[in-house]
């Protein structure tokens, strides 16, 4: 056979999962190429607060978090129960190993930040146990910055980074894993380089097609290129509530290329009809807005009613819209001082306003005129609301009784009453940080097949794979946190397998 090119690993991806595969291999003396479809690298993960959930580990133990694997194993039965056991086990045996082996590397630095994880379980930490990567000033990087995926406001309008600022957040994640990569001299990086297909050879996976190369991969292929959340065929098929329009991947990514391709070889699925949901603000070039922590305010459905705790932690308030009826507005009023709310990107009122996104109106009334929603039921819908503000309980949806709820609010009340004119008007859509369903593994990354044998050469990680928490999100940084840890946890097994 003929190749284009030859490498120990290929590693379709970029993202946080990807990289973190592909700098193991390297840093383990394997030639090891990282394939990205688009100009940079990041995926989802670039845009993300990089939040990653990894319990127990030394990062939690410097904070003096009370934090262990037995309490994290305790809140992940609480929520799955057993069903994927295997992998919740690989899963924490492997966390404490993986960040050893990250912050050895000076590229690698990482603080435990306040974050609650997401369900009032037993285990759960109040205030959290994720862990943020520190900023990296941009000239650490130098002429790699360049490759690095530009925060998300910046990136839909073809800006790159600002050049005075550090990389911060899921930035600063792929910036600081892109230096460590190329300090190990074993690793490429190919951007502009689209996974269209893998080649199988006596039996294994033996290397990818990328367009019209053939690149060997003589250990193996971790696919962690994303999920299909782009692909409006894909979400169709599969049943995936919300819409290729709503999501928050990068244009021109996250299409579900690597799953298909795998499926075409005989690999199996599972979870297709999953993804991490969020609400989203629609903004005037109708891509949504990731929105999360509200601190006043009331969302109400296409009927002018609440329909859940506005302030639940935002994949549980996504699957609440998923069941409601829309259209969904975000209604508040002056005394909030702006969007009672975090949004990314961030949205300026003056220009939401000017383009028709949101409404204002000096009433009610007038503001549904301009929402279409039923005058009479928003009037009565803020009227008991603000009856539950006053009492200080909320008796339809328990907003506020939660740690995640007063979080965001500084520990005051965050049902506040919507009764100071003007007021304002978003509309509220269901979007997602990914879809969560895809190749189905065992806990070593292994890509499987539909009789449950692992297809020799090919592993995967990250939204390509079928993630082990089901259709629950227990806490920040699990997606990020669980592609890093069973990417890792794949090039352990290229390594043991080809020694």
């Not at 959930?53 to 129960?81: C, F, K, M, N």
């Not at 639940?312 to 409601?324: H, S």
């Not at 002056?334 to 109106?361: C, H």
Request: aromatic letters at 8%.
């Amino acid at each position: 056979m003929t190749w284009d090119d030859e490498y120990d690993v290929v590693v379709a991806g970029s993202g946080a999962g990807a990289m973190t595969g592909a700098l193991a291999a390297a840093a383990s003396g394997l030639r090891t190429a990282v394939l990205e479809k688009t100009k940079v690298l990041g995926g989802t993960s670039a845009y993300s607060g990089a939040a990653i959930w990894l319990p127990g580990t030394r990062v939690q133990e410097r904070a003096g978090i009370a934090d262990s694997t037995e309490s994290a194993r305790t809140y992940l039965r609480a929520l799955l129960g057993d069903d994927g056991a295997a992998h919740r086990e690989a899963f924490l045996e492997t966390a404490p190993e993986l960040v050893e082996f990250l912050e050895k590397d000076p590229a690698l630095e990482f603080e435990w930040r306040a974050f609650p994880d997401y369900f009032a379980a037993p285990g759960r930490l109040d205030m959290g146990r994720s862990f943020v990567p520190l900023d990296l000033p941009a000239d650490r990087l130098g002429d790699l910055a360049g490759l690095v995926r530009p925060p998300v406001d910046r990136d839909r309008a073809g800006r790159g980074h600002a050049a005075s600022r550090p990389l911060a957040q899921g930035r600063a994640l792929i910036g600081r894993l892109l230096l460590a990569l190329t300090a190990t001299g074993n690793g490429v990086v190919r951007t502009e380089t689209p996974l269209t297909g893998l080649i199988v050879a006596d039996g294994r996976v033996a290397g990818v097609r990328a367009g019209p190369l053939r690149l060997r991969a003589a250990r193996g292929v971790l696919l962690a290129a994303g999920g299909f959340e782009a692909s409006a065929g894909l979400r169709a098929a599969r049943g995936v509530p919300g819409g290729a329009d709503q999501t928050m991947a990068p244009d021109g990514a996250n299409t579900g290329d690597a799953i298909e391709a795998a499926a075409r070889i005989g690999a199996s699925t599972g979870l297709l009809d999953q993804a991490w949901f969020c609400p989203g603000l629609r903004t005037p070039d109708g891509l949504p807005a990731f929105t999360l922590g509200f601190r006043g305010g009331l969302i109400v459905d296409g009927s002018g009613r609440r329909f859940a705790n506005e302030s639940l932690p935002y994949d549980q308030m996504g699957r609440r819209m998923a069941a409601a009826e829309g259209p969904f507005h975000l209604i508040w009023d002056a005394r909030s001082g702006g969007l009672p709310a975090i949004s990314v990107p961030p949205l300026a009122a003056d220009g939401q306003l000017a383009s028709g996104a949101w409404v204002r109106a000096d009433t009610l009334a007038g503001l549904a005129a301009k929402t279409g929603l039923p005058a009479g039921t928003l009037a009565e819908t803020v009227e008991r609301f603000n009856g539950f503000a006053e009492k200080g309980v909320d008796d339809d949806f328990h907003r506020g009784e939660d740690p995640y709820d007063r979080y965001f609010s500084g520990g005051r009340p965050c049902v506040v009453a919507v009764g100071e004119p003007p007021y304002y008007a978003a509309e509220v859509v269901l979007s997602d940080l990914g879809t969560k369903g895809g190749l189905r593994t065992d806990p070593d990354g292994r890509v499987l097949d539909g009789s449950d044998r692992p297809i020799p050469g090919l592993y995967a990680a990250g939204n390509t794979s079928a993630s082990f928490t089901g259709p629950v999100y227990p806490g920040p940084g699990i997606p990020i946190g669980s592609a890093m840890a069973f990417a890792y946890r794949a090039v352990q097994d290229i390594r043991r397998n080809h020694t």
